[in-house]
């Protein structure tokens, strides 16, 4: 006969090999774990998000899961998960997860040094435009319009006062004004009559693009003023990071065997 003394040790026994089970789970729904670490997996989103890790928002993780394994342990039953149209919708899911781990890889691996961007600033640099221009534009949808405006501006309207009436809402209330810029920020057909103009001057024909019928000032034209490294560095950053991710795509797609 067992005595009791060997009861209770078989008890703690039991107990103690339980235990580490429970901690890694945070429920048990239908004999299906809730793991931890699918908590922490949330938890750790939200911290990302500015949220804090409390008590009180890991219960409320916990419920959502509960809440969500009841669902789609539902779901199974009723067969949904089996459906193609949403194998379809699981399999874009898992990919766009796996693959968005492996950029991040990639780029821990592959690191963006400031000698690569330093080189590409200057060579942004040597391209970039040498001068900018500060013009002011009226835009109407047609070429009678443009000319009858060109007429109140001989007549000595101001070009302010008749630009409130523009098509272009970015510019309207600005008095036409569109700030300085290089010639390649506009259209051809704008920026070809725009240059042709000295500081001061207005356009005396209707310059057609496809927006519509432009009369264009020029304000006046300066050298460039390029950004310092500094300002723009972060978007070289995502510019090189973008165009080494589409080699390596490129490279892949290259080698792999397709049909």
Not at 50 to 73: C, F, H, S, W, Y
Not at 213 to 226: C, N
Request: glycine fraction near 4%; include cysteine; proline fraction near 4%.
């Amino acid at each position: 006969m067992i005595n009791l003394k060997t009861v209770r040790l078989l008890l703690a026994l039991c107990v103690s090999a339980y235990l580490p089970a429970i901690a890694q789970n945070v429920a048990v729904v239908n004999g299906k774990a809730v793991p931890t670490s699918r908590v922490d997996a949330m938890v750790k989103q939200m911290v990302q998000q500015g949220q804090q890790d409390t008590p009180e928002m890991r219960a409320m993780i916990k419920d959502e899961l509960i809440n969500r394994e009841v669902l789609a342990q539902e779901a199974d039953k009723q067969g949904i998960s089996s459906r193609p149209d949403i194998k379809n919708q699981i399999e874009l899911a898992r990919q766009s997860i796996i693959i968005r781990a492996m950029v991040a890889d990639y780029m821990t691996k592959h690191p963006i040094k400031d000698d690569e961007l330093k080189a590409e600033y200057e060579k942004a640099k040597t391209t970039a435009s040498s001068k900018e221009f500060h013009a002011r534009h009226i835009l109407v949808e047609k070429e009678d319009e443009a000319k009858a405006i060109i007429e109140k501006l001989k007549g000595g309207a101001k070009f302010e006062d008749l630009a409130k009436a523009s098509k272009d809402p970015g510019s309207a209330e600005q008095g036409g004004d569109l700030g300085w810029a290089p010639s390649e920020a506009f259209v051809k057909p704008f920026s070809e009559a725009m240059m042709t103009l000295k500081t001061g001057d207005t356009t005396q024909t209707p310059v057609k693009t496809q927006f519509g019928f432009h009369i264009i000032k020029l304000e006046g034209i300066r050298d460039a003023q390029l950004p310092a490294f500094d300002e723009v560095k972060a978007q070289i950053a995502e510019s090189v990071q973008q165009r080494k991710l589409q080699t390596f795509q490129q490279d892949l797609k290259k080698k792999a065997k397709i049909q």
